[in-house]
């Protein structure tokens, strides 16, 4: 099968013979050797200076991380939803005894600043929460300036990069991001199971001082201390971490920024496809993802029609709509190692099932298309 989804992505050949390596001592200098280099890499990725915890887990581990470090009963948070996983960092938020208010963003639209600045404004929060990318619905939010917003309101700023960090820009440290969430499985082209947090220093003195915290496995203070001897608190999945070490070294070779111009020309000739085929996007073009589309199911056909057949026909996952898109949209998936051609297949294939629907479009004008944004790249 054909992976086109937000995560897990297809793995490079080198990423998965690395884990079929023999395990090593997790508390050997052989060890401790990847590590630092995953460290190292990690910061590149991140462009940080910032400690970057490596926790056992998905996402989701690392999302729940970063909130009970710094969280304690009672604190006002500010949630910036518009989507499934902005949802999700409200409701970890409180689970840990937060009083979360909530600025609720039109799924498939970004916010305004002036609704976050107002509820800001008006609350005592000590904390900001956004999803730099929202993955159900295709939209990147400026993570840039609620930054700025953060610092003047003195806030921590806690972002879910779960789909941009490797895929996109995301300057946790111009940005001012305190706590910056990313997972192995999309972007970074890593197997599922390790979540990062990159912890700035105002962050780790929140995290320090936070007596009443609600963690163990996941308090981010016990990784700052392990991270100063160069280990992990626990045992870490020592084979997810040779596969991490191999992906990081494929960025790396590849650049940080040729990866995210690729991301970017993925996403426009993805979106110039869907157009010619006579489709419409879920997204506002303002705020369009550079690392997943979603497209919008035209009207009269169903999800088993668009993704099924895909599924069925040509051996190609991609991704259906989550919550209230059920039904309504998919989502093309580009990230990680998605090439050229690896979108062409896809583009192709969708021509060919959306025709036999019933659909009306001409074959081959949206490969065109693509193939047309992709020969104005230089
Ligand atoms: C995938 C995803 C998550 C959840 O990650 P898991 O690894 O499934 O726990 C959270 N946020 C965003 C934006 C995601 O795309």
């Known amino acids: 099968m054909k992976l086109l989804i937000p995560g897990p992505v297809e793995l490079d050949s080198e990423v998965l013979l690395a884990m079929a390596k023999?395990?090593?001592?997790?508390?050997?200098?052989?060890?401790?050797?990847?590590?630092?280099?995953?460290?190292?890499?990690?910061?590149?990725?991140?462009?940080?200076?910032?400690?970057?915890?490596?926790?056992?887990?998905?996402?989701?581990?690392a999302m729940e991380a970063a909130v009970a470090s710094v969280i304690k009963e009672g604190d006002e948070v500010i949630s910036i939803?518009?989507?499934?996983f902005g949802e999700?960092?409200?409701?970890?938020a409180q689970a840990f005894g937060a009083k979360v208010r909530r600025v609720d963003v039109e799924w498939g639209n970004t916010f305004a600043l002036e609704d976050v600045e107002r509820a800001v404004a008006e609350s005592n929060a000590v904390a900001i929460t956004l999803t730099h990318n929202e993955t159900s619905t295709g939209v990147v939010h400026d993570a840039k300036a609620i930054g700025k917003l953060a610092r003047?309101?003195?806030?921590?700023?806690?972002?879910?990069?779960?789909?941009?960090?490797?895929?996109?820009?995301?300057?946790?440290?111009?940005?001012?991001?305190?706590?910056?969430i990313t997972g192995s499985q999309k972007c970074l082209a890593a197997p599922p199971g390790l979540g990062f947090v990159a912890v700035s220093e105002r962050a780790w003195e929140a995290i320090e001082n936070n007596p009443r915290k609600r963690a163990y496995y996941l308090d981010l203070a016990k990784y700052r201390k392990s991270l100063a001897k160069n280990t992990t608190p626990f045992t870490p999945s020592v084979t997810l971490i040779y596969g991490l070490y191999a992906a990081l070294k494929k960025i790396e070779?590849?650049?940080?920024?040729?990866?995210?111009?690729?991301?970017?020309?993925?996403?426009k000739a993805t979106r110039e496809a869907a157009k010619a085929m006579n489709?419409?996007?879920?997204?506002?073009?303002?705020?369009?993802?550079?690392t997943v589309t979603a497209i919008k199911i035209p009207s009269g056909l169903t999800d088993d029609d668009v993704r099924g057949a895909l599924k069925r026909e040509h051996g190609i996952l991609v991704a259906g709509g989550q919550a209230q898109l059920k039904g309504k949209i998919f989502r093309i998936g580009h990230m990680g190692n998605v090439s050229f051609s690896d979108l062409v297949q896809v583009l192709a294939a969708l021509e060919l099932v959306l025709k036999k629907a019933g659909h009306e479009l001409k074959p081959g004008e949206g490969v065109a298309a693509a193939e047309q944004v992709f020969a104005s790249q230089k």
């Not at 040729?258 to 996403?267: D, G, N, V």
Request: glycine fraction near 10%; aromatic fraction near 6%; charge should be negative.
């Open 81 to 84: 939803t518009g989507g499934k």
């Open 88 to 92: 999700r960092m409200g409701e970890i």
């Open 152 to 180: 003047e309101y003195d806030l921590l700023f806690i972002v879910d990069g779960i789909t941009s960090v490797g895929g996109d820009d995301v300057k946790t440290d111009k940005w001012g991001i305190d706590l910056c």
């Open 22 to 61: 023999p395990l090593m001592g997790h508390r050997t200098p052989d060890f401790e050797e990847i590590l630092v280099e995953c460290w190292r890499l990690l910061r590149e990725v991140y462009q940080t200076r910032n400690d970057v915890a490596i926790i056992t887990g998905s996402g989701t581990s």
């Open 253 to 267: 070779e590849e650049t940080l920024e040729a990866r995210i111009k690729r991301h970017r020309t993925l996403a």
């Open 279 to 290: 489709l419409e996007l879920f997204a506002a073009q303002r705020c369009a993802s550079n």
